[in-house]
């Protein structure tokens, strides 16, 4: 079974620290971007996400992550694997929302 508590690092450096999973597959925690177009400070973010807590040890998971030093909030969608050398790897897709100041302005918000 896929184990996400723990630390996680992506190839940019960005950290996600997995602290509870529950039976249920509901996980909480907080995010570590290494990146950020945002022009304050970078600060760790709160996320709270949902697992399936599939036997073959490759669930699929989904998370939110509300930034604590932008007004966006990111959706995480993965999918966790065995790697070569045993070791668990968690390949995800993401989307950013931004706040935009229009609904005219609406088609730049989310990347």
Not at 17 to 25: I, P
Request: aromatic residues 10%; contains cysteine.
């Amino acid at each position: 079974q896929c184990n996400l508590i723990g630390w996680w690092e992506n190839e940019l450096g960005s950290k996600m620290h997995v602290s509870t999973v529950d039976n249920q597959g509901n996980f909480s925690g907080e995010y570590h971007t290494a990146v950020s177009s945002a022009q304050k400070p970078i600060k760790p973010s709160p996320l709270i996400g949902s697992q399936h807590l599939d036997e073959d040890g490759q669930c699929t998971f989904g998370f939110t992550v509300n930034w604590k030093f932008s007004d966006s909030t990111a959706v995480f969608v993965g999918q966790c694997f065995a790697g070569d050398s045993e070791d668990e790897v968690l390949l995800t897709s993401w989307l950013l929302r931004e706040k935009v100041d229009s609904l005219p302005s609406d088609w730049k918000a989310t990347r």
